[in-house]
């Protein structure tokens, strides 16, 4: 087997951005996606020296002694899958108000570290917050995509590419994770699921005291089933023995340990019509596809399984484009009591609001629109342009600021 190829991620130019001024940074995101690989990289080249609580002597010295720890550290330090010493975070505090250093101290973390229940301080105002995700698309091509510029900018011309056809479900099914991207398929799945395996035995044990731990992997199979759906606790509820606030307990802990993603309804005040019921969202579709026991030639051969994965996908692809930005976007899905929906809504900042629709199909019509309309109605003077994203070959413009645009453009685009 190979090692993982070490890609040029997105989101580094904001690292290093973020260590010129900023005391403390913190890297956070699902094990494996690359975290500690960007941080050392970065970091040896600006003078950290690393330490991961992933060490049992480490871990121990922290936990027995975090201020005598923080104090004993070089003046620059990396410090890897720091959730595991929420212990640390006070003391951190304490030393950059003693000494406010620029790129002191640079941290990762496998779970969503400002939400562990045990953290009394924020290090708000000291520290800069960066989420990586699994590999983007555009970061596999080695090529920077400028799909989000013409999103919200220069717009798209008309052209062909060839279809992706069977390539569509390959990529989905590979999903992003770095180590598995190496693997054969079938070893592929084998990995996702010990993945699975061991965040459950380490980050989930750690974050919460949970009676039936081994329901979290069966939660996790039926949310890869309901991705792209509107959250429906009751639904994932139903197999178990365990109570629906209970249930929703365990997608706010999934969430917690990058697994999943809610995904917020957008919505108007003026609008009563709007449903504002999120969505559920796996964190990876190679993940999902582990998780359901399918592969690449099971998704060309089902319409059915492959459409809610491909929107997951897209709306994935995204976020992890959007994560290397100045720019802040927020992603949001819209849907009305008429049934008119879009997959994703892009806000950037209070003005412009952008759509993206996913079809599997190879062509389009007036009729694929009918969402992206009623959310150009709904949101007036603020939106930009509304896209219908498919597997078909030619980008073309259906009047109105809508667009047909091949889905290869989402991380071809140039």
């Known amino acids: 087997m190979e090692a993982p190829r070490l890609y040029a991620r997105l989101v580094q130019g904001r690292l290093i951005a973020a260590l010129a001024d900023s005391p403390v940074v913190l890297i956070h995101g699902p094990r494996q996606c690359g975290k500690t690989t960007l941080a050392r990289l970065t970091g040896d080249r600006q003078g950290h020296r690393y330490f991961t609580f992933d060490d049992p002597v480490t871990y121990a010295a922290a936990r027995e002694d975090p201020a005598g720890f923080v104090d004993d550290l070089p003046e620059r330090a990396i410090l890897d899958e720091v959730q595991r010493v929420p212990e640390l975070f006070s003391s951190i505090k304490t030393a950059v108000d003693r000494r ?6 640079l941290l990762t973390g496998s779970a969503n570290v400002l939400l562990v ?4 301080d924020s290090l708000a105002g000291r520290m800069e917050i960066l989420l990586l995700h699994p590999l983007a698309q555009a970061e596999l091509a ?7 510029d013409a999103l919200f900018q220069r717009g798209f011309k008309t052209r062909s590419k060839p279809r992706l056809g069977r390539e569509l479900g390959e990529r989905v099914a590979a999903g992003g994770y770095p180590a598995a991207l190496v693997r054969s398929e079938p070893r592929r799945g084998t990995w996702y699921r010990d993945y699975i395996a061991t965040i459950v035995q380490r980050d989930v044990r750690a974050l919460a005291r949970i009676a039936a731990l081994d329901a979290v992997p069966r939660l996790l199979s039926l949310a890869a089933g309901q991705t792209a759906r509107l959250l429906n606790v009751s639904d994932l509820a139903a197999p178990f023995r365990l109570s629906r606030p209970t249930i929703r307990d365990y997608v706010t802990l999934l969430e917690h340990v990058f697994l999943i993603d809610i995904l917020a309804p957008w919505h108007n005040n003026r609008l009563s019509r709007l449903i504002k019921t999120p969505k559920l969202h796996i964190g990876d579709t190679g993940l999902a596809c582990a998780l359901l026991g399918i592969d690449a030639g099971d998704l060309t051969s089902d319409r059915d399984l492959l459409g809610p994965l491909v929107e997951t996908f897209v709306f994935q692809e995204l976020r992890r484009q959007a994560s290397g ?13 008429e049934g008119a929906e879009v997959d994703v809504v892009m806000e950037r900042g209070v003005r412009e609001i952008v759509g993206v629709e996913v079809k599997t199909g190879a062509t389009v019509t ?7 309309r009623k959310l150009k109605e709904a949101a007036g003077r603020r939106f930009v342009r509304g896209i219908v994203l498919y597997d078909g070959e030619t980008s073309a413009s259906f009047g109105d600021d809508l667009h047909a645009v091949p889905m290869r453009d989402l991380w071809e685009s140039r």
Do not use: N, V
């Open 100 to 105: 406010r250093t620029p790129g002191r101290f």
């Open 117 to 120: 229940p045990h953290l009394s």
């Open 142 to 148: 080695e090529k920077p995509s400028a799909f989000l």
């Open 325 to 337: 930005r100045d720019d802040m976007i927020g992603f949001y899905h819209f849907r009305d009591k």
């Open 366 to 372: 007036a009729a694929d629109f009918r969402g992206l």
